[in-house]
């Protein structure tokens, strides 16, 4: 099943636990209280009651799993070697290495090595995603003018 990664290691889950997480992600769904809450163990002598949010995002990690993909554990606080930082953003390392050179992402230095704190790498991505949709939109609003003429 997914675990949390340091290693950020990336592996697809069998399709052992897909049909696992698939039956979870359901069962999770439907012993969601009406507040969002997850009760386990109702009418027991240990019950436990898991947060709103908490059981959201059970389910949605479940979901990923159950559609076969990868799922990977990255604390906000966490500084990312470049391969990571790379594969976080679906890039090759030396592209990433570019970004760094140009300041576009701040990264500290440890000794001959680079890190890049997670926060950093999520406002790039943040940045980049919103660049390419404002870009999308500016394409999509030049090809109705094209085809009104």
């Given at each position: 099943m997914a675990k949390a990664a340091t290693d950020l290691t990336h592996r697809l889950p069998t399709s052992d636990e897909v049909?696992?997480?698939n039956d979870a992600a359901?069962?999770?769904?439907?012993?969601?209280?009406?507040?969002?809450?997850?009760?386990l163990g109702e009418g027991s002598s240990e019950?436990?009651?898991?947060?709103?949010?908490?059981?959201?995002?059970?389910?949605?990690?479940?979901?990923h799993i159950a559609r076969g993909e990868m799922v990977t554990f990255v604390p906000v606080?966490?500084?990312?070697t470049t391969?990571?930082?790379?594969?976080?953003?679906?890039?090759?390392?030396?592209?990433?290495?570019g970004l760094l050179?140009?300041?576009?992402i701040p990264?500290?230095?440890?000794?001959?090595?680079?890190?890049?704190?997670?926060?950093?790498?999520?406002a790039y991505?943040?940045?980049r995603d919103s660049s390419r949709e404002t870009a999308l939109d500016e394409l999509a609003r030049l090809g109705q003018e094209f085809d009104a003429s």
């Open positions: 049909r696992s997480a359901i069962a999770l769904a439907r012993a969601k209280s009406r507040d969002g809450a997850l009760i019950q436990l009651r898991l947060a709103p949010a908490i059981s959201e995002l059970l389910v949605d990690i479940l979901g606080g966490s500084m990312l391969q990571q930082a790379a594969d976080l953003l679906n890039v090759s390392r030396p592209y990433l290495s050179k140009n300041g576009e990264f500290v230095p440890i000794g001959s090595h680079r890190r890049v704190k997670f926060e950093d790498l999520i991505k943040n940045r």
